[in-house]
């Protein structure tokens, strides 16, 4: 199946999925208005996630703590961005999530399904206390959050049958990652979408490597502005490109 690579976002939307360059540039210019005004928390993620990573990386250096250090931090801009463009071309109903933290990606679903008029993220986490820069009203709406410290079991007891979209951005060790898509591909919809935020090339790290074994799928990975690095798989491509381009 097909592997490729893209230098960014734009590259992707626009070069693989033949989205509109104007039309890409509409989408940026409403997400501004729509999430800079509209969600004005989501502009205090970047403050809080700043102290929390301060704080994680003394713990780090000063007692060991590894497990605290690992993933306290949010999606980048350009992350952020892109799955609120991508969920308004394909209109998911349901989103799961993985890896909760400030909410930063479950708010950008969340507004993006606003935008749609319907869907629902749900979001898991190890941490109760995760999700503190989602809005509350969103978490009665369209935001369902969910903390376990069994995070593998509450997975496979929140997962829909037949859901749309999987976003991974909990713990990236290669082990965790294939432990949950043993739990959502069964799960997931024939047209479904896998994503998984650090699949860092580089590094070769846990989700890079696991959706490179997705044999049947097509696999996109794209660069961010760190070396991050973005994963995106489906498996049948035409069918998404055909869907987004006759909507747009
Ligand atoms: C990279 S952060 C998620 C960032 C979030 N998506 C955002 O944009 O704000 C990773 C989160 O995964 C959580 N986590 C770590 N291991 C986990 C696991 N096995 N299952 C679920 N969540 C886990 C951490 O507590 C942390 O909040």
Redesign the pocket.
Known sequence: MKRVFCDNFEKFLVDELGLKKNKYDEFLKEYRVTLGEKYSSANN?ELK?NILRKIYRKLWEVMGIK?LA??????QPD??IFLYIFTQLTKPKVVV????????????FSAAMKKNGFGKVI?????PN?GW?IPKKLLNDNIEFH??QE??S??STITPKNFDLF?H????SYE?VKN?LKIVLPKIASKGILIS??SCRRTQSGPFKAFSELDDWHVFFIDSDNDQGTVLAVKDFDYLKKGILANN
Do not use: Q
Request: cysteine-free; glycine content about 12%.
């Open positions: 993620f996630d497990k690992r993933g306290a931090i949010s999606v992350v952020g999530e993985t890896g909760t933290f400030a909410g930063y990606s479950a708010v950008h979001t898991t986490d190890i941490n995760a820069g903390a376990s995070p593998l509450l997975l976003f951005d909990s713990d990236h965790n949950e935020h650090d």
